[in-house]
């Protein structure tokens, strides 16, 4: 569920910050559903009112023309074609490339990406260096099961190492840290160190429950 919100004031705590949030929408329905123990958890996203960067134009163009070469249209039309489609998937309003929000952009380049890592579309470049949202990204790979280094069918990697002794299927291993992997990046990662690969293509991985990110994204 995603509702439009109006935060109308704020409170610095100690441990956080406590929000007043108008939901123009009556949403008591949804809140005793998803109520767990006497809260409901939920997720903010906090719109940039910047225009669209130059890095973000480019990136949505380059994957447009990647998602074109696959498609066999050419990338005027197919960019009209998916912009309609997120929208109307999105629940979000009419917008253009040349003077739109950051965070339109931002969104719409998830959407492109998670386009091409679902229909198997080869990037030009790797999406880490399209992203506006690393976390998000890392998130939709592991959900499609595509490295998020090369695009190829991928694997689940551990960042955070289970531990000799522990058997992988038993062990609770959600708080451990988790990216998606083919098996060329997945024996790199384990030859040259946790560090290193970090270091090299700048993912630190994501902490998810897999039956969440299964159940929640699917």
């Not at 380059?62 to 929208?87: C, F, H, Q, R």
Request: proline residues 1%; hydrophobic residues 30%; charged residues 35%.
């Amino acid at each position: 569920m995603h509702e439009y919100a109006e935060i109308k004031g704020y409170r610095e705590l100690e441990n956080g910050t406590e929000l007043k949030v108008f939901v123009p929408k009556d949403i008591r329905e949804y809140l005793k559903k998803y109520q767990k123990g006497g809260k409901v958890e939920s997720e903010l996203r906090l719109d940039d009112p910047r225009y669209i960067s130059s890095r973000q134009r480019k990136a949505i163009y380059a994957t447009v023309n990647d998602i074109s070469d696959w498609y066999g249209e050419v990338p005027e039309y197919l960019k009209e074609l998916l912009k309609a489609y997120y929208m109307i998937e999105q629940d979000r309003k009419y917008f253009s490339l040349s003077n739109c929000s950051m965070t339109e952009a931002r969104m719409f380049i998830d959407y492109l990406l998670e386009f091409a890592l679902k229909h198997d579309v080869a990037l030009s470049e790797s999406g880490l260096e399209r992203t506006d949202n690393i976390d998000r990204y890392l998130w939709m790979c592991l959900k499609h099961r595509k490295c998020c280094i090369c695009g190829a069918k991928g694997e689940l990697h551990h960042i955070d190492t289970i531990g000799m002794g522990n058997d992988r299927r038993t062990l609770d291993d959600s708080k451990h840290r988790k990216i998606s992997l083919c098996r060329t990046h997945h024996t790199e990662a384990h030859t040259i160190g946790v560090d290193s690969f970090n270091a090299k293509y700048k993912v630190k991985g994501i902490v998810y429950k897999e039956g969440e990110i299964d159940g929640r994204l699917d």
